[in-house]
């Protein structure tokens, strides 16, 4: 009585439901619960009408120790990532067909290239051509002219001044060349003599306005006469 009153009190077991004693023996027994059948569509129930289609899909779901069935939709599809693997838009940029578009494209731009170079090649080769015959015909005709001048018996005078007169004595030669040149010099001079009237002529030079008359007379010199010997 004394252990009683001093021990806490004790609840008795409660034996266990049912429900939970059928949940334990099923995975004692090893059954496992069956999962829930997905519904089919019509075109797959279709599908299954064949013979064909009905034993792939028992090879598909079969279970066991037996030869995995691998449902492979096209025998010459390639898996992604292996070397022999290539996408829809890059196999559009692949082949042999590719390939020559790619080599008709680099010769249309190596001949393109070439026929530029080729267009200035000759533009080039033209342009030094024509230098070269105006330096030809250049020479040609200086070559000419030497001949010309070695010809003629009049261009080798030997002391013989470029102008008709003494350069020491400022006198003209007796000569058509030195009469030519004093004539030439005379009208030069009476030029100059027939400015200066007519320049004196438009400003009133010599004019008195105080008592209205020319005080100073203004004159023009004859003009020279060439000599006979000039006209030779």
């Not at 059954?31 to 089919?40: C, L, S, V």
């Not at 070439?114 to 080769?125: C, I, P, Q």
């Amino acid at each position: 009585s004394s252990l009683s009153a001093t021990s806490p009190q004790r609840r008795p077991r409660q034996s266990p439901g049912p429900l939970l004693v059928c949940a334990c023996a099923r995975v004692l027994s090893g059954h496992r619960p069956q999962a829930a059948m997905q519904p089919r569509s019509r075109s797959a129930r279709q599908g299954l009408k064949t013979k064909e289609s009905l034993e792939k899909e028992r090879l598909r779901n079969r279970t066991g120790g037996y030869f995995r069935y691998e449902d492979i939709r096209s025998p010459i599809d390639v898996v992604a990532g292996c070397p022999s693997h290539i996408g829809a838009k890059d196999r559009m940029n692949a082949g042999h067909h590719c390939e020559e578009v790619n080599v008709y494209e680099r010769e249309s731009k190596k001949l393109a290239r070439d026929e530029v170079t080729e267009v200035r090649r000759a533009r080039g080769l033209g342009r030094e051509e024509s230098r070269w015959r105006a330096i030809s015909s250049q020479e040609l005709a200086s070559d000419a002219r030497v001949g010309r001048m070695q010809a003629d018996p009049m261009m080798g005078r030997k002391n013989v001044s470029g102008q008709p007169y003494n350069i020491v004595s400022q006198e003209y030669n007796q000569s058509p060349a030195g009469h030519q040149l004093e004539h030439h010099d005379n009208m030069i001079r009476y030029r100059s003599k027939v400015r200066t009237a007519s320049i004196a002529m438009r400003n009133h030079l010599g004019f008195n306005p105080i008592i209205g008359e020319q005080t100073h007379g203004i004159s023009i010199p004859p003009p020279p006469r060439p000599p006979p010997f000039a006209l030779a």
